[in-house]
């Protein structure tokens, strides 16, 4: 049980390029999420989904764009990277239903630098 | 806007001692509040977390206080280890299980 994945775990981009970030997780969770954290930040939401097929935006949506098309992944898009999207990005996710349905589970990160 | 924040942004304490980690909130409609720890490197991980119509849980060594009047949160550690040393995150829960962060707090423990 590897809980919650993230691929990459770094990356650097040049200004306009794009690029996929790809989370998965092995629990079934229903709902699943994306933050970023800047330095001496909390996390801030970007998008979520709440099951296979629909998503949402989240407090800082501008630039990305996700899909859930599987309910175990969930990808994270920039279609024209900025250096203001230089950032730590972290993908959570949570059962949705039952006692514990309110407890997010964290990926380990993925760092991008955008030049 | 940032609707949770934290008083202080660095609290060092010796091993053995107790600590408490503190948070105001400005959102009355949240339906739970919730800790996390965030040690270098990782992504944050669930310490406690506290429904909106309760005042105090307990946790394995962590107790958590929440004063609706004063729109405050606490975090208490009580015999604070070195393994504790991290980030701690206050945040409040919405619909769809959302989470709002504050800043963090750097909880320093040394031997």
């Known amino acids: 049980n590897a809980g919650v994945t993230q691929t990459p775990k770094f990356r650097v981009l040049k200004t306009g390029q794009s690029m996929t970030l790809l989370c998965a997780q092995d629990?079934?969770?229903?709902?699943m999420y994306w933050y970023r954290q800047d330095p001496g930040m909390g996390l801030r939401l970007i998008h979520y989904?709440?099951?296979?097929?629909?998503?949402a935006k989240g407090e800082v949506p501008d630039g990305y764009n996700v899909s859930r098309l599987k309910k175990q992944n969930f990808l994270l898009g920039l279609e024209s990277a900025a250096p203001s999207q230089t950032s730590v990005y972290f993908c959570?996710?949570?059962?949705?239903?039952?006692?514990?349905?309110?407890?997010?589970?964290f990926g380990p990160g993925t760092r991008l630098t955008v030049l | 806007g940032e609707s949770v924040g934290l008083h202080l942004p660095t609290l060092s304490v010796q091993e053995g001692d107790n600590s408490i980690i503190n948070c105001a909130y400005s959102?009355?409609?949240?339906?739970?509040f919730i800790w996390y720890k965030q040690e270098s490197g990782k992504g944050p991980q669930f310490i406690i977390d506290?429904?909106?119509?309760?005042d105090k849980r307990q946790g394995q060594r962590v107790t958590v206080l929440l004063n609706k009047t004063v729109k405050h949160l606490s975090l208490q550690i009580a015999a604070t280890q070195p393994g504790d040393s991290a980030v701690y995150f206050c945040a409040e829960m919405r619909g769809y299980s959302t989470l709002t962060f504050g800043k963090g707090t750097m909880l320093l423990v040394s031997p």
């Open positions: 959570a996710s949570a059962p949705g239903s039952g006692s514990s349905y309110n407890e997010q589970f």
């Open positions: 959102n009355s409609a949240s339906d739970y």
């Open positions: 629990m079934n969770h229903e709902y």
């Open positions: 506290i429904r909106s119509n309760m």
């Open positions: 989904s709440v099951g296979e097929g629909t998503t």
